[in-house]
């Protein structure tokens, strides 16, 4: 099916251990993002990337890498993990990357993230 | 800098009745857009409205409206005849390329 896949759904880390959260998407789509969403908080941008090769810090990027070496996939790096980084974070993409899109944004369905 | 603020954390409606969740936004670039999202209990992020901010009409998507108020800087949802699967959790957002979240509205819907 068409859509962004995320995996893994759920994962466990120990503090200092280092993981990638992987995030695929099959329908061209110029834009992908990372969010993680704590309670109260909404959903906050970590990176995001306007296409293969292009990658941009978003309002939380500290603590994660990433890079977009095709158009179908954006892989969050977690190097350090720390209990801070206890959330759960979502891949969304979009066609088009614009000040105002009609498009809208596919979402996968969310990584559960505990660092303990 | 771009905000989006939901001031309501939680709203309660009886069923059938309708309801409003409100969104306040700031932004100084002239071209942007407005979206509703709901997130049930399972986690998904579910699209449920767009507006442009050079649409002229509300937009409408079956039982959801949004209430646009271009100079009052807010774009309210409005939920007619809710619906027991209503209850969730429902976030604003704004484009301007980048997408920023509101900190959501818990809605529960009563018998």
């Known amino acids: 099916n068409a859509g962004v896949t995320q995996t893994p759904k759920f994962q466990v880390l120990k503090t200092g251990q280092s993981m990638t959260l992987q995030c695929a998407q099959d329908?061209?789509?110029?834009?992908m993002s990372w969010y993680r969403q704590d309670p109260g908080m909404g959903l906050r941008l970590i990176h995001y990337s306007v296409g293969a090769g292009i990658t941009d810090q978003g309002e939380v990027p500290n603590g994660y890498n990433v890079s977009r070496s095709t158009t179908e996939d954006f892989p969050l790096r977690l190097l350090s993990a720390a209990p801070s980084q206890t959330s759960v974070y979502f891949c969304?993409?979009?066609?088009?990357?614009?000040?105002?899109?009609?498009?809208?944004?596919?979402f996968g369905s969310g990584t559960r993230l505990t660092v303990v | 800098a771009q905000k989006i603020t939901q001031t309501q954390p939680g709203m309660f409606v009886q069923e059938k009745e309708a309801v409003t969740l409100d969104c306040t936004y700031d932004?100084?670039?002239?071209?942007?857009?407005l979206f509703w999202y709901k997130q049930p209990s399972s986690g998904e992020m579910i699209f449920l409205i767009y507006?442009?901010?050079?649409?002229?009409q509300n937009a409408t998507e079956g039982r959801y409206s949004l209430n646009f108020q271009k100079a009052r800087k807010s774009a309210n949802l409005v939920i007619s005849a809710s619906q027991l699967g209503d209850s969730a959790m429902y976030f604003c957002a704004m484009s301007y390329g980048k997408l920023t979240f509101g900190q959501g509205t818990i809605l529960t819907v009563h018998p």
């Open positions: 329908m061209n789509h110029e834009y």
């Open positions: 507006q442009g901010s050079y649409d002229q």
């Open positions: 969304a993409s979009s066609l088009v990357f614009g000040t105002a899109t009609t498009y809208g944004y596919t």
């Open positions: 932004t100084s670039d002239p071209s942007y857009g």
